[in-house]
Nanobody, 115 residues
Framework: QVQLVESGGDLVQPGGSLRLSCAAS????????MGWYRQASGKQRELVAT???????NYADSVKGRFTISRDNAENTVYLQMNNLKPEDTAVYYC?????????WGQGTQVTVSS
């Protein structure tokens, strides 16, 4: 079992920045990758970015060059630095832990980009 707690969501103006955090607890040794997904109102959940234990990263085309995923293995925390935010980035952002026993999800944190 892995428990995930996200934080950092907020209301921000277009062009602004936010940093999301996700703290993992429980069977952390079983996690081989972590990621961020998002779900906008009326849309399907979509991949934003992932990072493996060794630091390999993958990004959705829509966020490349604007978002950066990173992790602190010692603190069992993964971050998502979001710069140059756009209204279309508005969504609930979910942290995900990928393990050999299945995927675990956080409760989500709301990001709203609006003037």
């Amino acid at each position: 079992q892995v428990q995930l707690v996200e934080s950092g969501g907020d209301l921000v103006q277009p062009g602004g920045s936010l940093r999301l955090s996700c703290a993992a607890s429980g069977s952390r040794f079983s996690i081989y990758a972590m990621g961020w997904y998002r779900q906008a109102s009326g849309k399907q959940r979509e991949l934003v970015a992932t990072i493996t234990r060794t630091g390999a990263t993958n990004y959705a085309d829509s966020v490349k060059g604007r978002f950066t995923i990173s992790r602190d293995n010692a603190e069992n925390t993964v971050y998502l630095q979001m710069n140059n935010l756009k209204p279309e980035d508005t969504a609930v952002y979910y942290c995900c832990a990928l393990t050999s026993g299945g995927n675990y999800w956080g409760q989500g944190t709301q990001v709203t980009v609006s003037s």
